[in-house]
């Protein structure tokens, strides 16, 4: 009777990693798990960004440090590795938020047409360039392996440890117009899955999420009109295909995360899991 329950959700005296930790998203995410006694190493290619989510982890009473690198340097990313070591130890905890869309990777139009043949700047597929394509991918794809690669390795050393990858609904379903997106969320779904398998006898667990749409600044250039500040078609399109009826709320993120990295999926490895409003479940 004098027995305390274990609480399988606690990630108290944790250490995380979280790439992309000044945006909204995984910035949302970085105060969840710091507000529950992760130590958080906020890391972004924009310093001041991860200052910012820093300095209100710091004011709510949590511990973080910042780390200003991107995720496609494998030395920057080494140095914060062993920067991070020596002051905390070896992470517990890697969530690969980095990535996001850009117009450079996407076509203005979701279906070539014969009318557009000959058109130069009509926005179709023959109209991407390389390097726009290459951009969008390489962030999301590469910028999910070379972290895996730097910050997992104190994870298998000691036998322990959760990683979070980010995919996306253009991993299960590729959405129009987002070809190069949706072709590295794909690859980072499948990713996730491989390594799962190939970490399993480790003790290191391997999940990704797969948000549906939230309303984040990258998400903007598609879904509001820059002039009028309406909701676009596709944006209509969206919330109608949404059975719950609204965009996502990073908040919307945090019990999924907890629950992953948490011992409570202690035997949950290699899933990608949906968190959105029922868009995937939804035909007609």
């Known amino acids: ?41 906020v890391l972004d290619i924009n310093p001041e960004a991860a200052e910012a989510r820093v300095a209100a982890i710091q004011k709510a009473g949590g511990e973080a440090r910042a780390a200003a690198c991107s995720v496609l340097d494998e030395s920057q990313l080494t140095d914060v590795y062993e920067v991070l070591t020596a002051q905390w130890g070896p992470p517990d905890i890697l969530i690969n938020g980095a990535g996001g869309n850009n117009p450079r990777g996407s076509t ?111 998400l903007r250039f598609l879904h509001v009109d820059q002039t009028t500040g309406e909701l676009t078609p596709r944006a209509k399109q969206v919330l109608a295909r949404t059975p719950l009826g609204r965009y996502g709320d990073p908040k919307d993120l945090i019990g999924a995360v907890i629950w992953l990295l948490s011992d409570a999926a202690a035997f949950v490895t290699g899933v990608v899991l949906p968190i959105d409003g029922g868009f995937s479940a939804y035909s007609i």
């Open 1 to 41: 009777m004098g027995d305390k329950s274990v609480d399988l959700f606690s990630l108290e005296g944790k250490v995380a990693v979280v790439t992309g930790g000044g945006g909204e998203l995984c910035g949302t995410i970085s105060e969840a798990l710091a507000a529950r006694g992760v130590k958080v190493a």
């Open 108 to 218: 203005s139009v979701s279906f070539l047409e014969a009318e557009h043949l000959g058109n130069s700047g009509a926005g179709t597929f023959l109209d991407l360039e390389l390097d726009g394509f290459r951009g969008t991918f390489d962030l999301n794809f590469l910028g999910t392996f070379l972290p895996t690669k730097v910050f997992t390795r104190g994870m298998i050393e000691r036998g322990s440890g959760s990683i979070l990858n980010m995919a996306s609904m253009s991993a299960l379903t590729p959405l129009t117009k987002v070809g190069a997106y949706s072709a590295a969320k794909a690859a980072v779904a499948n990713f996730t899955k491989w390594l799962a398998v190939h970490l399993s006898h480790t003790g290191v667990r391997v999940n990704a999420l797969a948000p549906g749409f939230f309303m984040t600044e990258q």
